[in-house]
């Protein structure tokens, strides 16, 4: 059974037994700035556990894709992911503990199969300092449970993850009841953490057991369903939402109690099909079997670079879907975070050609089920992603071959070297660790305080650089004339946009009260065309956007940047670039609006400016015509 099959399975499952079939929220949630993504099936229902009537009843189910990465870091292993699709069912003061633990265990048995054997459940141990007792309650039904599918199911009490490490667990255990840390669910995480006001209470985790023979001791200790190792996989968790905090800090019983069930599918999916490796499943092995195709090596002998690939273009597949667009803001610097980490690991790969385009169709037939209200942006995924590619893989041809540059000279990579990977090359300070570890290099203990040291040094050097440098142009430094230089390159950006691509700046004169613009072209503009110039440049000043600058080797400013500047000879072997547009850096911007070699000074966003009003445009000299403009 793939995973596809087991999606509709447990959909159909919790149908029959009188759930309403929600949709999914999509990952980015709006009016939610407490999460970049949605995290679990339970956050967007967070509003109905705390006693919000749910408009489709009391009892739900859905499957919902998920992002947590915090845990990319840990891929590369045969089980974590960063993304992944949350199997769900609710109670909302319905059903409880009996009904739910009963029909999971059905579910896995009889629908998809599973070896009783195989199961393995935890309890909550309870707490005497908050008088919250062991969840007697939920492993004797377990116990129940198992006795009617001919399974010994003996209780064990380890408490701590700890205690079971060095403990193990002895013939016949099944059920076993550990601390706060390991079932008890709050939004806080434990129980002395749990938020006055806020549902709570014990949960009881499902864990399926690949053999004995998949569990490392000397690293993990003895194998129990709470260890570290690979011998056992948390399956589903069923949360019992039956006890709220107190503002004395005690906790009381809630009169309506909640269920709150949450299974990976890739898990159960791994699962289903006897591997403890989720990268094996329906969802994961043709995008390995292309890989191998691609990069003519084995799953085998490249498993981490292959699953982290797999993983993280898979992740950027459903964002991508879902209509976020690659970007250094927020959940958009995620997106390009995944695309840019799967590029480097293809390299690892010998994948030195782009290779998105032959990655995500094969992403994509594997969601061919999902419907669209789901994936309303599949049809330009494609086209989102690979231009991501090819813009990082410009980037990262520079700065990979400058560090091995400095391997060669030294083992040990200081951050000023980093740095200057970052300001000439765009190569991100993150992807540069990585690839320090990676070569078997040695950082600098102080990197990162050597890499803000050389940062703030730049910033310095610029700020010092721009004074005077524009004495044929600005009339003084002073705040509107300031104001006046940053609306000339709005001016020429909307020239070239509006007008012609080809036009060039020619001259200028600025002061406090106008600024004087000299541009080619080979006709006198109509006002049409003038209104739509500054149309466009106030459109900018009202999108406030951020004005940024760093400085760049010249001919890296030219050829990779494609900044603007008249005199490409006349230029120093170091450029300052200033950029109009989101992001943090010139190459990191997305989509600008302009990028210009100059001095500056420039302010610092857009919405300084006023309001753009063209006042003249006259002739200047042959094949050149001037605009006068003044901000109101």
Known sequence: MN???????????????????IPPAPLVLENDPTTLFTGSGMQPL????LGQPHPEGTRLTDSQPSMRLQDIEDVGDPRHTTVFEMLGNWSLGDYFKKEQIENYFEFLTKEIGLDPERIYVTCFIGNEKYGIPKDTEAAAIWQ????????????????SAKVGDKRGIKPGERIFFYDDKENWWSRGGGIETTPLGDPCGPDSEVFYDFGEDKQDVEKYGQAHPASDGARFMEIGNQVFMQYKRNEDGTFSELEHK?????????????????SFDVFKISLMAPIIAKLEEISHKSYDTNTDE?????DHLRGAYLLAAQGLQPSNKAQGYALRRLVRRAVLRALDLGIGQEFLAQIIPVIAENYTELSDDILPNRAQVLDVLTKEEVAFRKTINKGVKELQKMAQADTTIDGQELFKLQDTYGFPLELSVEEVYKMGL?????YQDEFEAALNEQRERSK?????????????????????HTACHLLLAALQQEIDPSIEQKGSNLTPERLRFDFNIDHKLTPEELAKVEARV??????????????????YAFDALHAHGSFRDRYPDRVTVYTIGEGDTPENIQNPVSIEICGGPHVTHTDELGKFKITKEESSSAGVRRIKAILE
Do not use: C
């Open 3 to 21: 995973a596809n099959e087991i999606r509709q399975k447990f959909l159909d499952f919790q149908v029959k037994h009188g759930h309403k079939v």
């Open 46 to 49: 967070l509003p109905y556990l």
């Open 144 to 159: 129940e449970v198992f006795a009617k599918a001919g399974v010994e199911a003996k209780i064990a009490e380890i408490g």
């Open 258 to 274: 909640n269920v709150d069930f949450g299974g990976g599918l890739e898990r159960l999916a791994a699962a289903a099909i006897g």
């Open 306 to 310: 292959m699953r982290i690939i797999a």
């Open 442 to 446: 040695n950082l600098s203990k102080n």
């Open 464 to 484: 010092t650089a721009s004074k005077g440098m524009f004495k044929g142009g600005l009339s003084d430094t002073s705040d509107q004339t300031v104001k006046y």
């Open 538 to 555: 106030n459109q900018w000043i009202e999108a406030d956007l951020p004005v940024i600058f760093a400085e760049y080797d010249k001919d």
